[in-house]
């Protein structure tokens, strides 16, 4: 029979807190540990699992994403295609978040140069941020500031 490591062994080796690890388990992405003595005993692979676990959350994907990796495939379907499928579907979120990212930062750049004292006097408005950085310029010519 294979050695098995307690909670406290897992936790220790991949760095996680065992709350974490048993919350792990009852999200449904860790495996429940057979049980020595009435404690958990998990078999040596789980700390590959759960150092897979915190890469991916590092990477920014959800506990869902997660569950999906190890679950949401047919077992035939090899890891290497899973983390494609998730990790191309992550990235167009982050394409997504980088252009909302540029929009908040050109309205930022906007309001900073704001000079108004009321607000009836300012023209600032959502047609401003969407527009090119050269006619942002020019648009704020006709701001009050």
Do not use: H
């Amino acid at each position: 029979m294979a050695a098995t490591l307690s909670i406290g062994e897992v936790a220790r080796r991949t760095g996680t807190r065992p709350s974490a690890l048993r919350y792990y388990e009852e999200a449904g992405i860790l495996p429940i540990p057979a049980r020595g003595g009435g404690k958990r005993r998990y078999e040596a692979d789980v700390v590959r699992r759960v150092d897979l676990l915190r890469f991916a959350l590092q990477a920014g994907f959800s506990l869902g994403d997660i569950n999906a990796l190890f679950y949401g495939f047919g077992s035939e379907t090899p890891l290497s295609a899973r983390w494609r499928s998730l990790a191309r579907k992550k990235m167009t979120e982050l394409d997504e978040i980088a252009e909302r990212i540029q929009r908040m930062r050109g309205a930022l750049e906007l309001s900073l140069e704001c000079g108004c004292v009321r607000v009836e006097e300012c023209s600032l408005s959502p047609a401003d941020i969407s527009r090119t950085a050269r006619r942002r310029s020019q648009s704020r010519s006709s701001c009050a500031c």
